[in-house]
């Protein structure tokens, strides 16, 4: 147990679907992290927030969509998805932004997108 | 970000020391050097932190040359629990700062 929940662990979904990815951390941290890894390839990072703000979003399409209401909760709202978006999702936090701080890594979502 | 390079993979039988290198020649002055480790279908997940010199816990130890421009992972007694890709991150503690994962190492760990 790492303090950094997700649900749910496996999701399938068809192309036309809708559905959201959660994310919560118990540790008291400011900074949360959207990972894509797909298989046998390295961490993708996806979005970054920082006190609920947004401070990065590294090239990622729209149909990936994130929320955070607090500094506790992430969500990754997905639409019209493709075959290749099939990976293993993974949220993150950390105290502050920046590789210096200890990312703590939920379980991940693994999505398979037919 | 410094840029780091990692072997690609790495082969060591149950019980032999396991020195993973990485190359970061760009690093900054306030970059710290973190590992992490990941197993199969898991979150990669801290191992040890330093910025210069040697750095020991009760899993791994990191040593840093006095010119910071790469780094060793040292783990004691590899087991097969030990098979998994190493991750070595080098930055600081700023908004600015991306957090880059690269291909890591993969560590393959024989009876």
């Known amino acids: 147990e790492t303090g950094v929940t997700q649900t749910p662990r496996h999701l399938v979904m068809g192309m036309t679907n809708k559905k959201s990815l959660k994310c919560e951390q118990h540790l008291g941290h400011n900074a949360m992290y959207w990972y894509k890894q797909s298989a046998k390839k390295p961490l993708e990072l996806m979005f970054v927030?920082?006190?609920?703000?947004?401070?990065e979003n590294n090239s990622v399409p729209s149909r990936f969509s994130p929320e955070c209401p607090n500094s506790s909760h992430l969500f990754l709202h997905l639409h019209t998805l493709q075959p290749e978006d099939s990976a293993l999702y993974l949220c993150?936090?950390?105290?502050?932004?920046?590789?210096?701080?200890?990312?703590?890594f939920g379980p991940g979502t693994r999505l398979t997108v037919l | 970000l410094a840029k780091t390079t990692q072997p690609i993979s790495m082969d060591s039988y149950e019980g032999q020391e396991v020195n993973i290198t990485c190359s970061h020649n760009n690093i900054a002055t306030n970059d710290y050097i973190t590992w992490y480790q990941q197993f199969p279908s898991q979150g990669p997940r801290f191992i040890i932190q330093?910025?210069?010199t040697k750095v020991t816990n009760e899993v791994a130890s990191l040593f840093i040359p006095a010119d910071r421009k790469s780094s060793t992972l040292s783990l004691p007694r590899v087991s097969l629990s030990d098979t998994a890709v190493y991750y070595c991150?080098?930055?600081?503690?700023?908004?600015?700062?991306?957090?880059?994962f690269g291909p890591g190492t993969s560590l393959s760990v024989i009876p």
């Open positions: 993150a936090s950390s105290q502050g932004q920046g590789s210096e701080n200890e990312q703590f």
């Open positions: 991150l080098v930055g600081g503690d700023t908004s600015y700062d991306k957090v880059i």
């Open positions: 330093g910025y210069k």
């Open positions: 927030y920082n006190f609920k703000e947004q401070t």
